[in-house]
């Protein structure tokens, strides 16, 4: 199955540039790549309401009359695991990616060495994304997508795994710990979180990008916060 990238950039220069530095990679990595190029926001989005079958996103910032991260924060509201790169010819934008949970910013020129290391993390990314969890729920067997589990917790001798929907299995959390990537973290002995999703860290607890907060047991706020320094 081809590698889906879109790229939106209002310079058609640039949308060419960026075209075959995209071309380029996909070669030197020997992978089937297909790239779909927009000149707007607005044209971008009138084929996504159609097509959302997109791996990674390549988007200008500065543009008409949507900018590329107000396109990111609609594409967000559904779309968790495609992965948005920025590119901008400004350094004062890259705060505004926080809430998009942006990949990266390149600031334009784009490099092909920069693009490249990027472009292959996004690809990594995707491939991690394709794993599953297989749970035993009612005597049938489920299996639920690594990158929807927001988080685990356990009560007595049963662990909730929270995705889209919530399954509770008698297991312990070790077990589901060892069956995790980096990306999940366990927080004292109840609870495991997908850091990827955790937007704000106190003292007292977790907030997570949909919302849910978590308590965060004494001692856990530093471990808690190297452990998503080390992950960015």
Same mark, same amino acid.
């Given at each position: 199955?081809? !590698?889906?990238?879109?790229?939106?950039?209002?310079?058609?220069?640039?949308?060419?540039?960026?075209?075959?530095? %995209? @071309?380029?990679?996909?070669?030197?990595?020997?992978?089937? #790549?297909?790239?779909?190029?927009?000149?707007?926001? *607005?044209?971008?989005?009138?084929? !996504?309401?159609?097509?959302? $079958?997109?791996?990674?996103?390549? +988007?200008? =910032? *500065?543009?008409?009359?949507?900018?590329?991260?107000?396109?990111?924060?609609? =594409?967000? $509201?559904?779309?968790?695991?495609?992965?948005?790169?920025?590119?901008?010819?400004?350094?004062? !934008?890259?705060? @505004?990616?926080?809430?998009?949970? $942006?990949?990266?910013? +390149? +600031?334009?020129?784009? &490099?092909?060495?920069?693009?490249?290391?990027?472009?292959?993390?996004? %690809?990594?990314?995707?491939?991690?994304?394709?794993?599953?969890?297989? /749970?035993?729920? &009612?005597?049938? %067997?489920?299996?639920?997508?690594?990158?929807?589990?927001?988080?685990?917790?356990?009560?007595?001798?049963?662990?909730?795994?929270?995705?889209?929907?919530?399954?509770?299995?008698?297991?312990? /959390?070790?077990?589901?710990?060892? *069956?995790?990537?980096?990306?999940?973290?366990? #927080?004292?002995?109840?609870?495991?979180?997908?850091?990827?999703?955790?937007?704000? #860290?106190?003292?007292?607890?977790?907030?997570?990008?949909? &919302?849910?907060?978590?308590? +965060?047991?004494? &001692?856990?706020? @530093?471990?808690?916060?190297? $452990? =998503?320094?080390?992950?960015?």
């Amino acid at each position: 199955m081809a !590698y889906r990238i879109g790229v939106c950039d209002d310079n058609q220069a640039d949308l060419e540039f960026d075209r075959a530095l %995209l @071309e380029r990679w996909a070669a030197l990595r020997g992978l089937e #790549v297909r790239i779909l190029t927009f000149p707007s926001a *607005e044209a971008f989005l009138f084929h !996504y309401a159609e097509d959302k $079958a997109f791996d990674a996103l390549l +988007l200008d =910032i *500065e543009m008409g009359e949507m900018d590329g991260v107000t396109m990111a924060k609609a =594409i967000r $509201a559904e779309n968790q695991t495609v992965q948005i790169i920025f590119v901008t010819g400004y350094s004062d !934008y890259i705060a @505004e990616g926080y809430e998009v949970a $942006a990949l990266h910013y +390149l +600031l334009k020129p784009v &490099g092909e060495e920069k693009l490249f290391s990027v472009l292959d993390r996004a %690809l990594e990314k995707r491939r991690r994304d394709e794993k599953c969890l297989d /749970l035993e729920c &009612g005597g049938s %067997l489920v299996r639920i997508p690594v990158y929807e589990i927001r988080y685990l917790d356990v009560h007595q001798n049963y662990v909730t795994v929270h995705g889209r929907e919530d399954y509770t299995v008698k297991r312990t /959390l070790g077990e589901f710990e060892k *069956e995790l990537d980096s990306r999940f973290y366990r #927080v004292g002995r109840g609870q495991i979180v997908n850091l990827t999703c955790v937007r704000r #860290v106190t003292r007292t607890d977790i907030r997570l990008s949909d &919302g849910t907060v978590l308590p +965060l047991p004494r &001692g856990a706020y @530093e471990p808690l916060n190297r $452990a =998503i320094i080390e992950r960015t």
